[in-house]
């Protein structure tokens, strides 16, 4: 049998090169191995978890989907759905949350950096986030999870949600890793933390035309050029330095680094190299992403189909974990 892979981005906003490079690559990859059978949701349960607006989310819920089809997610390939259409998920989730605790989910790192965003929404829901995670990999036995590094305390979640679930109840469900790809960490333009959706400045969105990348470039800090030595591993620099990696030869990587060290750089130069190579990856996601916005009825009948296959194949998980816990 195949191997299942899942995974899923949050329906709150445009997509950037983070979710990009951190998740869309891995996603890309997966579905083009045929080893594995490959399901991407998109998260939309998981954007109620931090405060939202009704009506950005119900158009958001479809133009993450249209964006997997831009960037070459396709649907002869993977299951492409919504979250929400399966109810599956929720049930699984109710029946995980039975084996873990709530000191335990108070600890984890991403659930206290979301209490300092939002300490006026400290919901049950977002206390839950990685348990509705591991019901959402776990209804599938889903085993290879393309995300980004930011998701690994939540994929360790789901493994112990699956240990505990085997020893007591008997089931036989995976123990799920992340998989990496080169971009697992996309650094924030600010030159501080991570590039997200959540901080102004920080990114760049896969819809940015070439004007923008190079505005939003502009105003990533640097130093005076005269700095020599090794590459700095943070700040605005380092960051850049970090990009420029991910998009250029190595060549042009190197001679930049050369030119740091040589205390001759000019990052203008360098930040034009870098939004070209940028927009030059974009390029092919942006006209793709025309085709799919022309042709609505298209991309209803593939959330359509995508939906219904993902419910037949989780139905199956949670009769069987409702046998073992004795609700069947
Ligand atoms: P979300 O929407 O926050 O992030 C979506 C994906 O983008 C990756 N990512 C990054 N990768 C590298 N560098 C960055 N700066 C960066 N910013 C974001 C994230 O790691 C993620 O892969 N909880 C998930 C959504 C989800 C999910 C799932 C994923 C819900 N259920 C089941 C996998 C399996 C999330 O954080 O989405």
């Known amino acids: 049998m195949k191997k299942r892979v899942l995974s899923g981005i949050r329906a709150n906003g445009r997509l950037h090169l983070g979710n990009y490079l951190g998740a869309i690559k891995g996603m890309l990859e997966l579905q083009d191995n045929s080893d594995y059978e490959t399901l991407y949701m998109v998260a939309d349960l998981h954007t109620l ?3 939202y607006d009704v009506e950005e989310l119900r158009k958001n819920r479809r133009e993450i989907i249209i964006d997997y089809l831009a960037a070459g997610l396709d649907h002869g390939k993977s299951i492409l759905f919504q979250q ?9 989730a109710y029946l995980f949350s039975t084996v873990m605790t ?12 979301k209490v300092k965003q939002h300490p006026e929404n400290v919901t049950i829901a977002l206390l839950n986030y990685p348990v509705l995670m591991a019901a959402d990999i776990l209804v599938y036995k889903a085993d290879s999870i393309p995300v980004g590094l930011d998701q690994e305390p939540h994929i360790e979640v789901v493994r112990e949600i699956a240990r505990r679930m085997n020893q007591d109840f008997g089931t036989y469900f995976p123990e799920p890793k992340r998989f990496k790809t080169p971009g697992q960490y996309v650094p924030s333009l600010l ?5 997200s959706k959540s901080i102004e400045g920080s990114f760049i969105n896969l819809i940015d035309d070439l004007a923008t990348i190079k505005s939003k470039l502009a105003k990533a800090p640097t130093d005076s050029g005269l700095e020599g030595g090794n590459i700095p591993e943070t700040g605005g620099v380092g960051n850049l330095f970090t990009l420029l990696k991910l998009f250029v030869d190595k060549e ?20 034009q190299v870098l939004a070209d190579a ?11 992403r025309k085709y799919f916005e022309e042709n609505p ?4 009948q593939i959330i359509k189909d995508g939906n219904k296959k993902a419910s037949e194949i989780a139905r199956e998980t949670v009769e069987e974990v409702k046998k073992k816990m004795g609700l069947l």
């Open 191 to 195: 030159g501080e933390g991570k590039m």
């Open 252 to 271: 042009i990587f190197v001679k930049f680094v050369i030119d740091y060290r040589e205390k001759r750089i000019r990052y203008s130069d360098m930040k």
């Open 84 to 92: 929400s259409s399966n109810p599956y998920h929720i049930e699984l």
């Open 297 to 300: 009825d298209v991309v209803d």
């Open 278 to 288: 940028i927009f030059a990856e974009l390029k092919p996601f942006q006209e793709k």
């Open 102 to 113: 709530v000191a335990k989910m108070q600890h984890l790192p991403t659930f206290k950096e």
């Open 49 to 51: 978890t931090t405060p």
